[in-house]
């Protein structure tokens, strides 16, 4: 993870021991930076973590995952380690009246969490770690899945997240959260129990069920919208050891590996997970790979069932018998851990049939047509996805039988985010006859708030507008 390293004026901050609240009175709008913007402000808060743009590590401190927004130039990286730091850089840059971009992984696909003219308020090296009381775990936001999940494995406790080790569980969890145990255990907003969030106005909540019931409902997938969460109870599932298969499929069965998957899948036990990732490299012909999570000693049985439903024989098939540390380390082996340019995107289908199988896979190939890698990836948003109803969290789909995500990824050098971006306006247009919107953590920018949470957006809207009425959080839908 990387860190902004301490300033020279990090470490005399250290010795001022002022009152916090006296403290940031005291802090007059433009402080001796040498910045326009008063970012030196935030050296009054003792103890954290800045970097602004006349620091040597500027440029690292800003950087998040989808490169394409490295020219993004926040006043000021503040990383603080307590939730007390947390509220004053709130104050300071509502007396700034600077905005307030909220970091975790880093990964939005839209560079949400940074913004030109903002603070950044990078939460990674927040106390508290990763605790383990039982059948709940408690996180700090900034950490990210991979240690989450490896801390769980270790007490036999698991979270249905995502499968990249690096993105955040802050972002991901706020905006949903799907993955392979989706099926069994929910999203991984489903599981939360109860989250702080520290609020524009400074004010600390504890937001659960029972307590300030909206701004708890915001916090499973309203992506962030509302205030600054530092801190997040589970609810854990036990671990499973599972047999992973992999399937690769030829253009001409890739069609029926999408229907037949997604519908092997949703006739199956909740314990079963099948995704199809669709790709070309833009030279040879489109493929189809079909993985499959099932429990232990069912990955042969799944595979043959699979294969008779597409009815084509897979180019090359594998499986393997894997505990829960050896499927961290698969996913990590084959997920990208650095930063680089991509544009993504996604459609929530109602059905996944013939048809559209069919246009998801013309999508690829029409982009494989203009020489150009791409992919586009089905999960199923099936089993414990529907327990929950639609207007029970912000994430409105719950009644949809899946997510494909539209991937250009990395975006080549000699390559265009507009020429992508053009491409994910045809991929929409090809499924428009089926797709309900998109699903936020896979977002889109310039987007209206409702193709992302649906008829969930106007309540999302007005808790927004309680807790942040200037608007101090940086959120794309919501301005
Ligand atoms: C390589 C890769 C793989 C992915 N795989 C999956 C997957 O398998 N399943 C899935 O569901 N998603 C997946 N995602 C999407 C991912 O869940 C979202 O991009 C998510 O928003 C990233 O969270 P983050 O904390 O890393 O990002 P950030 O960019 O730090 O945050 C994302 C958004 O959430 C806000 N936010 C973050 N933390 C807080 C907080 N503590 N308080 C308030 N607001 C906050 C930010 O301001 C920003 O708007 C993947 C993304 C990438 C790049």
Same mark, same amino acid.
């Given at each position: 993870?990387? &860190?902004?390293?301490?300033?020279?004026?990090?470490?005399?901050?250290?010795?001022?021991?002022?009152?916090?609240?006296?403290?940031?009175?005291?802090?007059?709008?433009?402080?001796?930076?040498?910045?326009?913007?008063?970012?030196?402000?935030?050296?009054?808060?003792?103890?954290?973590?800045?970097?602004?743009?006349?620091?040597?590590?500027?440029?690292?401190?800003?950087?998040?995952?989808?490169?394409?927004?490295?020219?993004?130039?926040?006043?000021?990286?503040?990383?603080?380690?307590?939730?007390?730091?947390?509220?004053? #850089? $709130?104050?300071?840059?509502?007396?700034?009246?600077? &905005?307030?971009?909220?970091?975790?992984?880093?990964?939005?696909?839209?560079?949400?969490?940074?913004?030109?003219?903002?603070?950044?308020?990078?939460? @990674?090296?927040?106390?508290?770690?990763?605790?383990?009381?039982?059948?709940?775990?408690?996180?700090?936001?900034?950490?990210?899945?991979?240690?989450?999940?490896?801390?769980?494995?270790?007490?036999?406790?698991? $979270?249905?997240?995502?499968?990249?080790?690096?993105?955040?569980?802050?972002?991901?969890?706020?905006?949903?959260?799907?993955?392979?145990?989706?099926?069994?255990?929910?999203?991984?907003?489903?599981?939360?129990?109860?989250?702080?969030?520290?609020?524009?106005?400074?004010?600390?909540?504890?937001?659960? %069920?029972? %307590?300030?019931?909206?701004?708890?409902?915001?916090?499973?997938?309203?992506?962030?919208?509302?205030?600054?969460?530092?801190?997040?109870?589970? *609810?854990?599932?036990?671990?499973?050891?599972?047999?992973?298969?992999?399937?690769?499929?030829?253009?001409?069965?890739?069609?029926?590996?999408?229907?037949?998957?997604?519908?092997?899948?949703?006739?199956?036990? @909740?314990?079963?997970?099948?995704?199809? #990732?669709?790709?070309?490299?833009?030279?040879? *012909?489109?493929?189809?790979?079909?993985?499959?999570?099932?429990?232990?000693?069912?990955?042969?049985?799944?595979?043959? *069932?699979?294969?008779?439903?597409?009815?084509?024989?897979?180019?090359?098939?594998?499986?393997?018998?894997?505990?829960?540390?050896?499927?961290?380390?698969?996913?990590?082996?084959?997920?990208?851990?650095?930063?680089?340019?991509?544009?993504?995107?996604?459609?929530?289908?109602?059905?996944?049939?013939?048809?559209?199988?069919?246009?998801?896979? %013309?999508?690829?190939?029409?982009?494989?047509?203009?020489?150009?890698?791409?992919?586009?990836?089905?999960?199923?948003?099936?089993?414990?996805? #529907?327990?929950?109803?639609?207007?029970?969290?912000?994430?409105?789909?719950?009644?949809?039988?899946?997510?494909?995500?539209?991937?250009?990824?990395?975006?080549?050098?000699?390559?265009?985010?507009?020429?992508?971006?053009?491409?994910?306006?045809?991929?929409?247009?090809?499924?428009?006859?089926?797709?309900?919107?998109?699903?936020?953590?896979?977002? %889109?920018?310039?987007?209206?708030?409702?193709?992302?949470?649906?008829?969930?957006?106007?309540?999302?809207?007005?808790?927004?507008?309680?807790?942040?009425?200037?608007?101090?959080?940086?959120?794309?839908?919501?301005?």
């Amino acid at each position: 993870m990387d &860190r902004p390293k301490p300033t020279r004026r990090a470490v005399l901050r250290g010795l001022a021991a002022a009152g916090l609240l006296d403290a940031l009175r005291a802090v007059p709008a433009r402080a001796d930076t040498g910045s326009a913007s008063g970012a030196g402000s935030f050296a009054a808060i003792t103890g954290v973590g800045l970097t602004t743009r006349i620091d040597p590590g500027y440029a690292a401190a800003k950087q998040v995952f989808n490169s394409r927004f490295d020219d993004a130039t926040p006043v000021a990286v503040v990383a603080p380690t307590t939730v007390q730091q947390v509220a004053a #850089t $709130l104050g300071v840059a509502g007396e700034l009246g600077v &905005r307030v971009a909220v970091r975790c992984g880093g990964h939005s696909y839209v560079g949400a969490s940074t913004a030109s003219g903002a603070v950044v308020l990078d939460l @990674r090296r927040l106390a508290g770690g990763i605790v383990v009381n039982g059948e709940t775990v408690t996180v700090t936001p900034g950490s990210a899945l991979g240690p989450v999940q490896r801390r769980l494995a270790q007490s036999g406790r698991s $979270l249905p997240v995502g499968m990249c080790p690096t993105v955040g569980i802050g972002g991901s969890t706020l905006g949903g959260g799907i993955g392979i145990d989706s099926r069994t255990d929910g999203l991984t907003c489903d599981r939360l129990r109860s989250a702080d969030v520290v609020l524009p106005s400074g004010t600390v909540l504890t937001a659960s %069920e029972t %307590e300030n019931p909206d701004l708890f409902w915001a916090c499973r997938g309203g992506a962030g919208s509302v205030g600054v969460v530092v801190s997040m109870t589970f *609810e854990t599932s036990t671990v499973r050891d599972r047999d992973v298969v992999a399937m690769t499929f030829d253009d001409s069965a890739a069609a029926a590996a999408i229907a037949s998957t997604v519908a092997w899948t949703a006739a199956g036990p @909740r314990e079963s997970w099948g995704t199809v #990732t669709v790709a070309t490299d833009g030279v040879d *012909e489109v493929g189809a790979t079909v993985l499959l999570i099932v429990p232990r000693g069912e990955g042969a049985t799944a595979a043959t *069932e699979v294969t008779t439903r597409i009815a084509a024989s897979p180019r090359a098939s594998q499986t393997v018998g894997l505990d829960q540390t050896g499927i961290l380390d698969l996913f990590a082996r084959y997920s990208s851990q650095t930063p680089h340019p991509f544009v993504g995107g996604s459609d929530v289908l109602r059905t996944i049939d013939d048809e559209v199988s069919v246009a998801v896979i %013309e999508a690829v190939r029409a982009r494989r047509a203009q020489g150009r890698a791409t992919s586009a990836i089905v999960d199923p948003l099936d089993g414990a996805v #529907t327990d929950v109803a639609a207007p029970a969290t912000v994430f409105p789909w719950r009644t949809h039988a899946a997510v494909v995500q539209w991937i250009v990824d990395p975006l080549a050098a000699d390559d265009s985010a507009a020429a992508a971006c053009a491409w994910l306006s045809d991929c929409h247009d090809r499924v428009r006859a089926e797709s309900d919107g998109g699903y936020v953590n896979y977002t %889109e920018a310039g987007t209206p708030p409702e193709r992302w949470f649906a008829d969930n957006t106007a309540r999302l809207a007005d808790i927004r507008r309680r807790h942040d009425p200037d608007g101090r959080i940086v959120s794309p839908w919501f301005g």
